[in-house]
């Protein structure tokens, strides 16, 4: 059980565009999923809390207009980020809560997604 | 503002043998929780253990044990009979209870050999 899923795993994009990745709750809803971003041999760094059905509340410094957060069920979050950039390119992983679980203070997390503008 | 330290960026350890990866953490509050994660290279995060702060009993979890030392605001983890598959990124987290966001350390790269 509580399973989270990613996708795409990867992805490669031209500087410019718009980027989607999706974080799902395979077998447990979550009412609050998170967004973060690890870059290479470095910790976790929170981007941003999603809340389904509520905007997302983002972490100071990141700018809310490029990476777009959507919680608009219990089982899917998703994150765009708007015309990427070179500097954009990072690990971008998500985590969920497991709310209907005792305690309910467990994060589990996606695999990941590695995203490379180019 | 709550902080999580990590003093050492790599631990080596032989198969078979004992470690104990450090971790201290900051915080005014009373009620928390702590938790050990694991990235190995494939980089999925997986629960390696948790501690609930109100509980004085050490959490183990197989070869996996902690030592809390709340008054010393310590959290280390000790992994016995080293395997190779434990070979990972460990990192370790705080979160406030009541408060969903994990505060994450550095991280403690540990290495396995045959």
């Known amino acids: 059980g509580a399973v989270v899923s990613q996708h795409p795993s990867w992805v490669i994009c031209k500087s410019g565009t718009s980027v989607k990745i999706e974080c799902r709750s395979l077998d447990f809803q979550a009412t609050t999923m998170f967004w973060y971003r690890q870059f290479p041999k470095q910790s976790l760094m929170l981007m941003a809390t999603?809340?389904?059905?509520?905007?997302?509340?983002?972490e100071q410094g990141v700018e809310k207009d490029k990476f777009l957060i959507n919680h608009a069920s219990l089982t899917l979050s998703t994150l765009t980020v708007t015309s990427a950039h070179p500097e954009d390119s990072s690990f971008y992983i998500c985590?969920?809560?497991?709310?209907?679980?005792?305690?309910?203070?467990?994060?589990?997390f996606g695999p990941g997604t590695r995203l490379t503008v180019l | 503002a709550q902080t999580v330290t990590q003093s050492q960026p790599e631990m080596s350890v032989q198969e078979a043998e004992t470690v104990t990866l450090s971790c201290t953490y900051d915080?005014?509050?009373?009620?928390?929780?702590l938790f050990w994660y694991k990235q190995p290279p494939s980089r999925q995060m997986i629960l390696v253990i948790r501690q609930e702060a109100y509980k004085q009993q050490n959490a183990t979890e197989n070869r996996f044990s902690v030592n809390f030392q709340k008054a010393a605001k310590s959290f280390s983890l000790k992994i016995s009979d080293s395997q190779l598959g434990d070979a990972a990124m460990y990192f370790c987290?705080?979160?406030?209870?009541?408060?969903?966001?994990?505060?994450f350390g550095k991280g403690t790269m540990l290495l396995v050999s045959p």
């Open positions: 999603s809340n389904e059905g509520s905007k997302a509340t983002y």
């Open positions: 915080t005014s509050e009373s009620d928390y929780y």
């Open positions: 987290a705080y979160r406030t209870s009541g408060y969903s966001t994990l505060t």
């Open positions: 985590s969920a809560r497991d709310t209907s679980k005792t305690p309910t203070d467990t994060q589990y």
